[in-house]
């Protein structure tokens, strides 16, 4: 069977329709899957196939995200669609065209930084807020250094959000040194640490 072009953009157009529709779902389950399989189509090597959904739907996942800053993840389904959310930002980042990525850039790391927690909201959070915490700071440690010209412009731009940053960065590390030294208390003469680099702030 021959499909033209326009058959393939109609199916193209009412795939992207149908993708839409599912990241408005109320489902975590079918927002999971939806976006499960954005992430196997934006890393398709053939950009003529895959350009076409990341231009009209990036907007759509970076908005679904910026709501979940207003309310954090009550349950594990939750978490997971956020995570896997971010997952689908990130890919768009890496193929994303060079004058579009900057802009992503700047987008993406207050959404990341608004997941954060500092050290006193860390001891009384949630399982998947602290997960989500974690999850994020990770995403943050990998994207900060490789595009540090637009971070560090951002952190200018923004104090209360590069305090925030530092915060949980310290949170982070005295709950990394707390448990070494339980461990290091268990087992004498090990200690393991993890520093955490901010030299890109």
Known sequence: MHFGATTMECLQKSCIEKFKLALESKDPIVQLKCYQLLLNIFHYPNQAISYPYIHSLVSSIVHKLQETEKSKPENAAELQVIQE?????????????????????????????????DENALG????????LHEFALQYLMQIGPQYSSVFKKLMASSPPMKTRLELAVKGNQEGIKEKA?????????????IQLKTNFL
């Open 85 to 117: 959310g971010i997952k689908v930002v990130a890919a768009v980042i890496g193929v994303a065209k060079e004058e579009h990525r900057t802009d992503l850039v700047a987008c993406f790391l207050p959404m990341l930084i608004s997941f954060l927690l």
């Open 181 to 193: 030294t339980s461990k290091h208390a268990k087992t004498p003469g090990k200690s393991s640490s």
């Open 124 to 131: 009384s959070a949630t399982n998947s807020a602290r997960n």
